[in-house]
T-cell receptor, first 114, second 111 residues
């Protein structure tokens, strides 16, 4: 079974730009969660999508948004980038949801904002 | 909201010594998961505990879930260099809710 894939793996953007990250979950997994990982803050939950609906949301500003498609692939978008958005963005898929089943993480997208 | 505290944040041990990381939740959990992230890698699922007082073992790793389902620990016996990485706990509120990750414990093993 193929694992979780994320594209692109690396991104360099400047302040004020917007960015879209993509995540393809494991086949058969309907839940996709997004996390922001920074050295001082650990893994911060952004949002979770299940069957194309946002089921849970973390405490991030509205500049962070996401969506899920009918094939369970998910995208997250960050608009008006700030320097503090530099981080590793991880997506994780699970069969029914992160509190039900183990999560399988992708390799992440390393975003650098200059 | 739910908070999950994890200590210590860093631990250096000599190879062969034991290691323990602890998690405490501000609320009663439905379950707790543990993940390991190797340097430069992504988190990998280790185990999920769901029952009060549950203890599970995986070779040299022992996982415990407290009686009140508010705390958990991971103990590694006789550490090896392959144990290097960051260990995260993640507390689940149950149902279709999210899990909340602890900040992680970064383990360095000195050969």
């Amino acid at each position: 079974k193929a694992g979780v894939t994320q594209t692109p793996r690396y991104l360099i953007k400047t302040r004020g730009q917007q960015v879209t990250l993509s995540c393809s979950p494991i086949s058969g997994h309907r839940s996709v969660s997004w996390y922001q990982q920074t050295p001082g803050q650990g893994l911060q939950f952004l949002f979770e999508y299940f069957s194309e609906t946002q089921r849970n949301k973390g405490n991030f500003p509205g500049r962070f948004s996401g969506r899920q498609f009918s094939n369970s692939r998910s995208e997250m978008n960050v608009s008006t980038l700030e320097l503090g958005d530099s981080a590793l963005y991880l997506c994780a898929s699970s069969v029914e949801g992160p509190s039900y089943n183990e999560q399988f993480f992708g390799p992440g997208t390393r975003l650098t904002v200059l | 909201g739910q908070q999950v505290m994890q200590i210590p944040q860093y631990q250096h041990v000599q190879e062969g010594e034991d290691f323990t990381t602890y998690c405490n939740s501000s609320t009663t959990l439905s379950n707790i998961q543990w993940y390991k992230q190797r340097p430069g890698g992504h988190p990998v699922f280790l185990i999920q505990l769901v029952k009060s007082g549950e203890v599970k073992k995986q070779k040299r790793l022992t996982f415990q879930f407290g009686e009140a389902k508010k705390n958990s620990s991971l103990h590694i016996t006789a550490t090896q260099t392959t144990d290097v990485g960051t260990y995260f706990c993640a507390g689940g509120a149950g149902g279709y809710q999210k899990v909340t990750f602890g900040i992680g414990t970064k383990l360095q093993v000195i050969p």
